[in-house]
């Protein structure tokens, strides 16, 4: 998961293909085709990060990939849809547990109580788990207490940069903006709380459809265990959640060798467009060749320390993946995030991989706990396709 001091940091490039016409902050709207539609945050957002939604409509009504970060998003997405058309959302599929993934649930929910929501059960087990959460099942003043001190926080550190005398004026116009959206996002966040899944599968889940049918694939680990994708076969269009972060990528608690496994799958797909969970859609596999040839750097580099058993914070002053670093960007903003966000956390993770030790989802991702609505539980349906 994201902290949210981090995530601050994490900025998209583009512009809307697509008038907005309805308010759906802090998301910008973007037009895929007319019927497919992709809600992600702008290049001048720079509060705790957000994961995208696409919205697919079907003859009966929507299908989303993910739905944002709290309750605030969820109503933005419901708003949205119901300003494309007067079609219900009629399921919800979540790429993977990063908290800014499953949170908009809520909100969704209420305005639709029927509405499907559909996970991998690695995801399941994710949203649920002790390692995402410790402070109780339901939203109220624990929670709100708990959020609060950390926005505290995270804000606190931000006054601090704007009021430093060597920071840089753009970075401050940045922070400006930044301490804004904090306090819209603290809004937002009242009601949010994790909604179980619905039912889960294990390899494929098809919700079909005359013109736009949605294959829900699992693929394998990468970003986490329980990483999903949406593949439009007739349209030739994927949803990767995780899988592909842009213009910078994520990774904490990631699988290296499985992630390059499962980007080739993607690959082998023939799509014309890719949304990624955070970004703006690719029309080619430039980026996802990048990802591949970073992960490969991680693992051909680290391996004969971990070989050797050389203690991990040694190993880290050894290494060097500037090279690599480079190719997300070469200012020090985006080379100091891709270190942060991806090649240090990945570097831990690369060196237990190889050494055959267990990967802990969550560990090491300072991302704020929230509640759900109740105790982990087995889904009521499981898919075994």
């Known amino acids: ?138 939203p109220g003043p624990k929670w709100d207490g708990a959020m609060n001190m950390l926005i505290a926080k995270n804000k606190e550190q931000l006054q601090k940069l704007l009021e430093a005398p060597d920071t840089a004026p753009d970075r401050k116009e940045r922070i400006r903006k930044a301490l804004v959206q904090f306090d819209a996002f603290a809004g937002d966040f009242s009601g949010s709380y994790i909604v179980p899944p619905t039912e889960t599968f ?37 949803a990767t959640g995780d899988i592909v972060v842009s213009p910078i990528p994520f990774g904490f608690g990631s699988y290296s060798g499985d992630w390059i496994e499962t980007i080739g799958k993607i690959k082998a797909l023939g799509f014309t467009t890719l949304i990624p969970g955070h970004g ?23 391996a004969p320390y971990a070989k050797a058993g050389m203690p991990v914070d040694e190993v880290k002053k050894k290494v060097d993946f500037s090279k690599s670093i480079d190719t997300f960007g070469t200012t020090q903003r985006s080379r100091a995030n891709t270190q942060a966000l991806f090649f240090d956390p990945m570097t831990g993770s690369v060196y237990r991989e190889l050494r055959g030790e267990p990967i802990v989802q969550g560990e090491g991702s300072p991302e704020p706990d929230v509640p759900r609505d109740t105790p982990p539980k087995p889904s009521s349906k499981h898919h075994k396709s």
């Open 1 to 138: 998961m994201r902290s949210i001091a981090s995530a601050a940091a994490l900025m998209l490039a583009g512009a809307p293909v697509s008038a907005q016409t309805v308010d759906v902050a802090p998301f910008t709207a973007h037009e895929i085709t007319p019927r497919i539609h992709l809600l992600s945050t702008p290049d001048d957002y720079y509060g705790p990060a957000i994961g995208n939604v696409v919205l697919i409509e079907q003859r009966d009504g929507f299908v989303l990939v993910d739905s944002g970060l709290n309750a605030g998003n969820g109503r933005a997405v419901v708003r949205y849809a119901r300003s494309l058309s007067p079609k219900p959302i009629k399921a919800v599929m979540i790429t993977h547990w990063h908290n800014d993934h499953p949170q908009g649930i809520s909100s969704i929910r209420d305005a639709y109580p029927k509405v499907r929501i559909i996970a991998t059960r690695q995801t399941e087990a994710g949203m649920l788990g002790p390692e995402a959460f410790d402070i109780g099942y339901a």
């Open 280 to 302: 703006l859609p690719q029309s080619d596999t430039a980026y996802l060749d990048r990802l591949i040839a970073a992960l490969t750097d991680l693992r051909t580099q680290i």
């Open 202 to 238: 294990e390899r494929q889940l098809l919700i079909d459809d005359p013109d736009m049918p949605v294959q829900i694939l699992y693929l394998g680990r990468a970003n986490t265990e329980g990483d999903a994708i949406a593949w439009l076969p007739k349209q030739k269009i994927v």
